[in-house]
């Protein structure tokens, strides 16, 4: 961590990103969390995170949120698990990230950028046209989501997760793997196994400019997580990319 650290969380108001903020902040890391709503924010964080209000979908937020910032770290989405409209998703998901990466190089944002998104972005399978066909075809946003990032020039990290679940971290193996996954009910994870895999990657050396999958892997935990990130290895250079109109 470099000398004043400061970890910018959109998205930290709850699940994944409300939990990595804590882990963060336990771990002495100071923490600013990104929120729409402040006073629902404080409520659910407590009194000790520094709280910025914004919203992604307005451009003109972002750049205070970011000044400052070493890290960032991006969970935000439409709430998972509910179905919403392809306008929405847009705006959000894909919409979301390409103002977050034009605000970062607007403010000379020089540190990482750690994307969270799902399995399946590339592996299509009857799970993902399900999952488009309710929630607005996210993944098919979300996968240019990752080209805008890859091509935006910045460090980066983009840790896709399985199907999330409630329940308490550090119970099982990881099966991290740069090998695409499918949307598939085999492939699960614990929201606090990834807000620990967010931890670890944010200065690891090897998880600059790489896409990985996390999911459970097979009995109780084995590896130390940067152990497991040790074997990742840089994506292939972005081709340039044209946003879609
Ligand atoms: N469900 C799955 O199985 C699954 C699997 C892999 C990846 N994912 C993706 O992983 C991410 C984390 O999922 P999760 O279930 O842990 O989180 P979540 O409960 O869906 O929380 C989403 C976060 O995004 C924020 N957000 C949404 N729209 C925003 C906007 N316009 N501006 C600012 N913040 C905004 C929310 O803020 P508010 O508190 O204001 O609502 C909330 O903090 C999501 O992007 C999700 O789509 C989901």
């Known amino acids: 961590m470099s000398a004043d650290p400061l970890v910018l969380v959109i998205g930290g108001t709850r699940g994944t990103g409300l939990l990595t903020a804590h882990s963060l902040q336990r771990q ?3 923490v600013r969390v990104f929120a729409r709503n402040p006073q629902s924010a404080r409520a659910r964080l407590g009194p000790t995170f520094e709280l910025i209000t914004g919203d992604i979908t307005q451009p003109d937020t972002l750049p205070p949120a970011l000044e400052g910032a070493t890290h960032v770290v991006f969970t935000a989405g439409c709430r998972s698990g509910r179905p919403t409209t392809e306008r929405h998703i847009r705006e959000t998901e894909y919409g979301g990230v390409v103002n977050t990466l034009a605000a970062a190089q607007r403010v000379g944002f020089g540190g990482r950028f ?3 998104t799902a ?3 590339t592996s299509r399978s ?3 046209a399900i999952l488009n066909f309710y929630k607005g075809n996210t993944l098919v946003w979300r996968e240019r989501a990752e080209h805008a990032i890859r091509a935006s020039g910045l460090e980066y990290t983009i840790i896709r997760a399985g199907i999330l679940l409630n329940r308490t971290g550090g119970q099982r193996a990881l099966l991290v793997t740069q090998r695409p996954l499918p949307l598939s009910i085999r492939y699960r994870i614990a929201r606090a196994d990834v807000a620990e895999v967010f931890v670890a990657a944010l200065n690891h ?4 400019r790489a896409t990985f999958e ?3 892997g097979d009995g109780p935990p084995r590896d130390w997580l940067p152990t497991l990130l040790d074997q990742l290895k840089p994506d292939a250079p972005a081709d ?4 879609p109109a």
């Open 240 to 243: 340039s990319y044209s946003p």
């Open 126 to 128: 009857w799970s993902t």
């Open 119 to 121: 399995s399946g972005v």
């Open 205 to 208: 050396p090897r998880a600059g």
């Open 28 to 30: 002495g890391v100071p």
């Open 214 to 216: 996390v999911v459970w």
């Open 114 to 116: 750690l994307y969270m």
